[in-house]
């Protein structure tokens, strides 16, 4: 079982910036590939940026790519999104998810708003 709390999230104006964060606890935590994921209202759940415990290679999704960064600290057990330059269009719900080879986790999820 592995468990994971989002925190960081909250209202942000256009062109701003927000650091989400996300603590992983539970057995294996190493042997999971951590990633950021996002749902908007009313669409559906996208990837926006993964990385791994044991490597430094990221992964950023299209939509972000430029203005996000993914990373972790692995002493905390803690990964991190740094959102810059935020828009409207980045307004959801922020999940944190673990994927092993046999199963997942997701955390409850953290809303970001971008308003001005």
């Known amino acids: 079982q592995v468990h994971l709390v989002e925190s960081g999230g909250g209202l942000a104006q256009p062109g701003g910036s927000l650091r989400l964060s996300c603590e992983a606890s539970?057995?294996?935590?190493?042997?999971?590939?951590m990633a950021w994921y996002r749902e908007p209202p009313e669409k559906g759940r996208e990837f926006v940026a993964g990385?791994?415990?044991?490597?430094?290679?990221?992964f950023v999704g299209d939509s972000v790519q430029g203005r996000f960064n993914i990373s972790k600290d692995n002493a905390k057990s803690t990964v991190y999104l740094q959102m810059n330059n935020l828009s409207p269009e980045d307004t959801a719900i922020y999940y944190c998810?673990?994927?092993?080879?046999?199963?997942?986790?997701w955390g409850q999820g953290i809303q970001v708003t971008v308003s001005s």
């Open positions: 539970g057995r294996a935590v190493r042997n999971y590939r």
């Open positions: 998810h673990a994927a092993g080879n046999e199963d997942d986790f």
């Open positions: 990385i791994w415990w044991n490597s430094d290679r990221t």
